[in-house]
């Protein structure tokens, strides 16, 4: 957070500065103590919490955090994407893909639609050997021209929510 140079875990997340105003403008101040008074109590060889404990801790302040933040008004105006039909001669294909960097597989799914929005055909696989989430975008785009070659479809408009992969294709 602050560069030092000898940062541990201790300062990185209760005696840092530029982490203290984090928690205070997240108004957990009061939980950081805590936290930092438990750990200073283990350091000491005192009564550690118990994983059961900790656990409750942690499952009621995001509880109290998600009831905070339905009291927030968002200051955005919610939008309310709709699906919206290719023209006439075009086929809409929307694909999504997922990616574990650990174990370079991941997954795609796809709907494929005519102009009248009617599903020709849904579809998902397993895909490995991924390098990074754009191979596994760029994968699942290839297996969904496959199938609009294979339904033998002249205009194919590919939806993604990749803006990466969509640059790079147009």
């Not at 009061?30 to 350091?43: H, I, Q």
């Not at 929307?94 to 799914?109: E, K, M, P, Q």
């Amino acid at each position: 957070m602050c560069r030092r140079l000898d940062e541990d875990c201790g300062h990185l997340f209760f005696k840092c500065k530029c982490v203290k105003e984090c928690w205070r403008v997240l108004n957990y101040e009061n939980v950081r103590a805590m936290l930092e008074g438990s750990r200073n109590k283990t350091n000491e060889g005192k009564i550690m919490a118990t994983t059961s404990e900790i656990c409750s801790s942690v499952a009621y302040h995001l509880m109290e955090l998600e009831k905070l933040q339905n009291l927030v008004p968002s200051t955005k105006p919610k939008q309310t994407l709709k699906w919206k039909p290719p023209p006439c001669e075009f086929y809409k294909i929307n694909i999504d893909a997922s990616f574990h960097l650990s174990t370079g597989v991941g997954g795609w799914r796809m709907i494929m639609r005519n102009a009248k929005g009617e599903v020709l055909e849904v579809g998902v696989g397993h895909l490995q050997h991924l390098s990074s989430p754009l191979h596994a975008e760029a994968s699942a785009a290839l297996q969904c021209l496959e199938r609009a070659a294979h339904w033998r479809m002249p205009c194919v408009i590919l939806e993604t929510d990749s803006t990466t992969l969509s640059d790079a294709l147009m």
